[in-house]
């Protein structure tokens, strides 16, 4: 059984960073990816980043690059998103997420496309204000 568990979600300044953080249990698959996610109110679920565990290729959505840094803690289980340089757009629900089986094909499914993605988190709320 695969869980995730993301924490670190605030309320802060634009300009301001966060870090959220994922733990997971259940799956430590090392040709696996995992992502996050953002939704906002009435907008649909948006990759933000993502992160092949076999080999560390990442993926950014354009809205974020250069301002977002996805990584792993392969001994703690955990996955992060540093995220600086907040804007008021960046506002939304932010949730871990990770591909399953068949893991042979988890490098190309490896994008910020949500159906690719098998197990999800509860999210964590980020708010920026201006």
């Known amino acids: 059984q695969v869980q995730l568990v993301e924490s670190g979600g605030d309320s802060v300044q634009a300009g301001g960073s966060l870090r959220l953080s994922c733990a997971g249990s259940g799956y430590t698959y090392r040709s696996g990816c995992l992502g996050w996610f953002r939704q906002a109110p009435g907008k649909e679920r948006e990759g933000v980043a993502s992160i092949y565990t076999g080999g560390g290729s990442t993926y950014y959505a354009d809205s974020v690059k250069g301002r977002f840094t996805i990584s792993q803690d392969n001994a703690k289980n955990t996955l992060y998103l540093q995220m600086n340089s907040l804007k008021p757009e960046d506002t939304a629900m932010y949730y871990c997420?990770?591909?399953?089986?068949?893991?042979?094909?988890?490098?190309?499914?490896?994008?910020?496309?949500?159906?690719?993605?098998?197990?999800w988190g509860q999210g964590t709320q980020v708010t920026v204000s201006s």
């Open positions: 997420a990770a591909v399953g089986p068949p893991y042979y094909s988890a490098y190309d499914r490896c994008q910020g496309r949500a159906y690719d993605y098998d197990y």
